[in-house]
């Protein structure tokens, strides 16, 4: 019996004790909840597959909803596997170890779609296929861990404990040859660790690790572990190309407004395709890397601001956009705040409006006011697969300016 597969088990077996239902999974929901109905009230039973028949525990029973988590499997889903990984069913990180991959992708392309249906009310737009990580496994150059007792983990599943972990099987192999060490070199509440395309591994306030340059589509641009950056490369470089060939075929030069831009990835990037680039982002360690990168390419039809978005963007717009402009959003996973995400639905002299979002809830409840006057349009959806085996979703929506 494999380490994943035990862990699974004690799962299940902690929940035989409680009160149990019986009930036929017919979905997934976003977040990995198998959906089904007991008496017409919707059930989200962590564990649980399409197509699966299941004892659950009842965690919440509310007036229109119940959730649960798996108990017994009374009939097994053809696209059930094992998981590989040890502390799956503890740790909080990854909620489709226990589904094939292509069922996954299938499943997460579908959560988007009635999302967006659903909270943001829109029904009528383009959304291909999502594009696949190239390896579900190995694929991670950035991971955060949190220092417990003895250890360096994950939080657990109740989002409180921490999962002490010797290596992850989501992360590259550099990293992972440096978790067992971090405990004995460091003292920090949270601790991260990123790895370049080389195989350099960089660990925040570790010396000699503030900053780093990495080459990416032929671009050699400067992160640091202190700073945000994309945790998938080869789904980040997938965007960047995607979003090149997006804004090539509505381009009329103009000015590309970044917003929340970082390390300015996607401004640097896409700068050849515009007059000027405007980066903004609230974070001085982000915009240094930006500037650095924008020193050792000389480009100089780039501009990079530190300043909060929500305040900076809106005082400062109308007099920076006064030629036809795109905007760019990459948001935290929050999403924009509601006066930001109200302004862009007013906004005059721009002909294309971009959405780079990791929570597509977030996302559909942003398009649904961007949208909302009818200015703007969703007209393309497209996801990518930044975090293979968990329950988040990368996704660039596409809005047209209307009339």
């Not at 740790?91 to 991959?101: F, I």
């Not at 990293?175 to 195989?199: A, D, E, H, M, Q």
């Not at 240094?288 to 601001?305: M, P």
């Not at 909302?372 to 975090?387: E, G, P, T, V, Y």
Request: proline share 3%.
């Amino acid at each position: 019996m494999s380490a994943g597969t035990r862990a699974q088990e004690t799962v299940l077996n902690q929940n035989k004790m409680a009160d149990k239902k019986e009930i036929d999974i017919y979905g997934l929901a976003y977040g990995g909840y198998g959906v089904g109905k007991i008496d017409g009230k919707v059930c989200f039973v962590e564990g649980a597959l399409p197509g699966e028949k299941v004892n659950f525990s009842i965690k919440e029973n509310k007036k229109n909803f119940m959730t649960g988590i798996t108990a017994d499997i009374l009939v097994s889903s053809s696209d059930r596997i094992k998981p590989i990984c040890s502390y799956y069913g503890e740790c909080g990180g990854c909620q489709y170890q226990h589904l094939s991959y292509e069922k996954e992708l299938i499943s997460k392309s579908q959560q988007v779609v009635e999302l967006m249906q659903r909270i943001g009310g829109i029904k009528d737009f383009e959304c291909k296929d999502i594009v696949s990580s190239n390896s579900c496994y190995g694929y991670r150059a950035s991971i955060t861990l949190h220092r417990s007792e003895n250890a360096y983990g994950y939080f657990s599943k109740d989002n409180k404990t921490i999962l002490g972990i010797d290596s992850c099987p989501l992360a590259v192999q550099e990293i992972n040859r440096k978790i067992p060490t971090l405990f004995n070199i460091s003292k920090k509440k949270n601790i991260t660790i990123k790895s370049s395309v080389s195989g350099n591994v960089y660990i925040s306030n570790q010396p000699g690790g503030r900053f780093y340059t990495d080459r990416l589509l032929n671009a050699d641009i400067t992160f640091s572990p202190l700073a945000f950056s994309q945790t998938n490369p080869h789904i980040a470089s997938s965007m960047a190309t995607w979003l090149c060939e997006s804004v090539k075929q509505a381009c009329d030069k103009g000015k590309l407004f970044d917003l929340f831009c970082g390390v300015g990835f996607f401004g640097i990037l896409l700068r050849g395709l515009f007059d000027t680039v405007v980066g903004i982002d609230n974070s001085s360690i982000a915009i240094d890397c930006a500037v650095q990168t924008k020193k050792s390419l000389n480009a100089e039809n780039i501009k990079f601001y530190c300043a909060d978005v929500d305040k900076y963007f809106p005082a400062n717009y109308e007099k920076m956009g006064k030629c036809s402009s795109v905007i760019l959003v990459d948001p935290p996973r929050s999403g924009l705040n509601r006066v930001l995400a109200e302004y862009l639905a007013d906004i005059k002299n721009a002909h294309s409006l971009y959405y780079v979002s990791c929570d597509p809830s977030t996302l559909a409840r942003d398009a649904r006011i961007i949208t909302k006057k009818s200015n703007w349009q969703l007209a393309r959806l497209a996801c990518f697969d930044m975090f293979a085996r968990t329950k988040h979703i990368e996704t660039i929506a596409v809005f047209k300016r209307q009339g």
